[in-house]
């Protein structure tokens, strides 16, 4: 080892001579994870030679412990598979309570890297037991750990949170700072995919902070990781960026191969988020190529996800079906795998049987042979006390062997009487079966039995039940009570009730004397629902293909009325009972559907729309009546003019990824498609596909219903001709909006450090800005507002242009410049310009306005309805607005003007509502003000142009595929 780090340091030495620093950083990375490869395959080797001279104690289970865990981490599954068996065989042959844990601990560690969740909780409640048994609070924090775990990856989010904060608990307990960061890094797991955000970062930050003080790069590098995916989450592109960088860089540093591919993809997906999408793909890619070197096949799978999406934002349909395709082939290709490692797995656990049931065979046969040493020397023994024995017994067998021989005699001309009786009653079995089995109705079935149960046993009560789904009731139509007939039915919920009992138990309920014997069943007896009480009576459950479907009763009002032959008969009868009564289902069923494709094929004969069947291979099999009226040829001639199959005949250039969705999500896929028909020339259908499968889950066919959509088509044309000619006219008159607003390069002229954020809904909009300069006393103050005028669109870019020229003449006309003076002649202005209209207009607008004396370092605000913010000192303030608009409204009155001083470093906010307006975020609501503040606030301290961008990527992230509901305005000006 020091020789191999010796060799390194000269190397490092050497190559960064050549090379700048960061490359030189990058190379170190590399460096020092190739010797932590090399580190784990030589204790790996270590482990082996210590093994080789080991004894069979509890330091050999300790070292197959440390071993199997060493072959989990470096990817060795089929190595620590049979190690790890031979550990827990060991560890139980010692009763090594300790290692036993371990062990258990260990196999669920593989099958909890394997993706066998399941399996991975069964071992770890099998190592619960022992270390709570035991008192071994280390391996209890770490069984509680791994619990906690595995269900979150069941997504049982309770018992995750529930094990996680018991392992907390107890590492806090112990003082396992190193334990207590892993166990805060996987709770926050729960809550980041419960997308609770807060949550996760709070218990990311401890374990990153635990971390970087033990100097645990590894946990410190998953806690920057995770913290990078919730600001992901939260839509914070660049806070989640910074830490995935961080993660990376301490990753490399901490030698953690198996880590890279996944934050390589974590980092392409930010910057897909950011819609850097060269970035995006360089960075996915990278972790693709990592993940396929290591044969990390979950990490690649994720990566062609990945690639796959960042192809379809590009608009590369072709490079993403591509990798969506290599994405489908992994998923499947690691579920079969991970069935091969199971039968693996139950393989290597039926050798391990194996070998200790041959090592109990090979016990037991020693000791029968010193036990038959011994038989044999009392043998001897026992005959010579036997030959004497039998020597004064003789004359005393002789006498009574005569008296005896007389009874034995009846007794066998009893017993002969009975089998003859119960042969005949074998024999009919087979009769009454046939009977039973050729019946197709409930009620000639309950009759059949009857009638043959009678013949062979007390069947003074007798009665057939059935569940009712509807009403969650066991039935019972055909109750018979000494020749009487009963309709009873039983709540399924009461399982005080022996015939509930028996068919939601699949119990066999056998009772003799009812007043001794139905404690072993129910704790009262409940009163009868109909008849009366029997003495003696036996339940069966009805089964068949392993299902109870029902359950069968006989009853007697004789104590001991029933014997064990008489259970088998009954127990024959029932399984004749039961295949009867599926039978009748099943008619029942087939008659049902025989019914509905009867009326369902006329039905779609007769459909107007053209009907297509396919078979498993795509080939055209069936049509309907409407299909030569409209594809103009017979099915063969168009077969042959066409093609054959699916594919061939459809002009859908999607048409193979939309069978393969069909078939993998089981269900319908709907899609346009032009086909040239021979009479009515090139027509447009509107095709939905839909699968058939059989009860295997197999694929036999595919429908496809076409309905012709021509005509919609020629009117979705004109309509997109006429929306063709509204949208350049619209198109104009944005020139025409532009023109009112100045340009940003001349608001940033006069106040260097600003943004503006302006995001139309439609072409033109109802928000617009506004900025000009005027003297003020002495000086020049720059005047400028975020206005937002009732509507969007044409009629908003409209009533805009109206108040954009109202505010000119207000300012220059009339010489205002007092804020509240302004808006107040604003208003006078717009009210004007509406009246000479002949009917009523009640439109206007919203302001905030303020005049900026750079020189005095002092501001003037006057608002209408939209308020002011500015930050001072990281604290965000607010300037409330006159809840009226610059418009016709009842109880006018003067606008008010604010005027205070300027400080250095204040970050002013004008803005209209849109932004907070938005509808998004998880549950579709909207950002509203509150947040909107808070947001302004986190990003305060940026420069402005990143600001700028900030808020558009939380924009975006909000909204997500919703749509944008109103123009957004936001300005930012620091002093």
Known sequence: MTNILGKLTAIIIFVSMKLTPSATCLLIAALIANVSGICQKSKIDSLRVTLKTEKEDTNRVNT????????????????????????????????????????YNNIGWTCFRKGDYSKAIEYYLDAMKIAEETGDEKSLALTYHRLGSAYNMTGDDPKSLDYLSRALKIREKTGDKIGEAHTLNNLGEVYRSRYEYTKALNYYFKAFEISQKMGDKYNASVALDNIGLSYLGLGNYSVALDNELKALKMCEEAGDKEGLPELYNDIGLIYLGQRDYKHALENVNKGLAMAKEMGAMDDAKDADKALSDVYGKMGDTKNELKYYKAFINLRDSIFSQKN????TSAQMNFEFDKEKALEKAEQERKDLA??????????????????????????LFVFRSLKINRRKTDIIHKQKEEVEKAFQNISALGDIGQKITATL????????????????????????????????????????????????????????????LCFKNNMEIVINDLQNEYKKYVPYIPPPVAGDVP??????????????????????????????????????????????????????????????????????SRSTNTVMVFDSTLELIWVNDTFIPTMGLPMEEFKKERGRTLIEMTDHENIEALIEECIRTKSGVSYESVI?????????????????????GNMQNIMVIDSDITA????????????????????????????????????????????????????????????????????????????????????????SVICSNALNRALFEFKMRDTGKLLDKTRELVIETFEKSESEVQDGMDIS???????????????????LWYVRNGEMKEIAADKQPIGKQDGERPFTSHTFDLKKGDVLYLFTDGYADQFGGPHGKKLKYKPFQEKLLSISAHAMDKQKQLLEEIHEAWKGNLEQVDDILVMGIRV
Request: overall charge neutral; aromatic content about 10%.
């Open 64 to 103: 197959l412990n440390e071993l199997s865990f060493t072959l989990t981490d470096a990817a060795r599954n089929s190595e620590s598979d049979s190690v790890v068996l031979a550990t827990l065989q060991l560890a139980k042959k010692l009763n090594y309570k300790s290692g036993t844990c371990l062990a």
């Open 340 to 343: 091969a490692e199971q039968i």
């Open 370 to 395: 010193l036990t038959e040493d011994r038989r044999k020397q009392h043998i001897i023994l026992y005959v010579i006390y036997g030959a004497m024995i039998v020597l004064m017994l003789f004359a």
């Open 441 to 500: 109705s409930f009620e000639a079935i309950a009759e059949t039995v009857y009638e043959n149960v009678n013949q062979l046993m007390d069947g003074a009560i007798f009665c057939l039940g059935m569940p009712n789904k509807e009403k969650n009731t066991l039935d019972f139509p055909q109750f018979v009570e000494n020749g009487k007939k009963f309709n009873s039915a039983y709540d399924l919920n009461d399982e005080t009730r022996f015939p509930v």
């Open 535 to 604: 003495e003696s009576f036996i339940y069966l459950p009805l089964i068949t293909k392993g299902k109870v479907i029902g359950v069968i009763n006989v009853g007697s009002f004789k104590k001991n009325a029933y014997t064990a032959y008489h259970l088998e008969m009954l127990r024959t009868i029932a399984s004749y009972t039961a295949i009867a009564l599926e039978n009748f289902q099943t008619y029942n069923k087939l008659n049902l559907t025989l019914k509905e494709i009867e009326k369902l094929s006329v039905a779609v």
């Open 676 to 696: 040239a028909t021979k009479n009515m020339g090139r027509r447009w259908f509107q095709s939905m596909m839909s699968p058939i499968f059989d009860e295997k």
């Open 712 to 799: 919609l088509k020629q009117i979705e044309e004109d309509l997109r001709q006429r929306n063709k000619d509204i949208v350049s006219s619209i198109t104009y008159a944005k020139r025409l909006q532009d023109a009112i607003l100045p340009p940003v390069s001349s608001i940033q002229k006069h106040l260097p450090e600003s943004f503006v954020l302006y995001k139309p809904k439609d072409i033109v909009a109802g928000d617009f800005y506004w900025m000009e300069t005027a003297s003020v006393g002495g000086g020049e103050a720059i005047f400028i507002a975020a206005c937002d005028c009732t509507g969007h669109g044409v009629p908003g870019a409209m009533v």
């Open 849 to 867: 306005f303020c005049a900026i004396n750079i020189k005095e370092k002092k501001i003037e605000w006057s608002g209408a309805n939209n308020p």
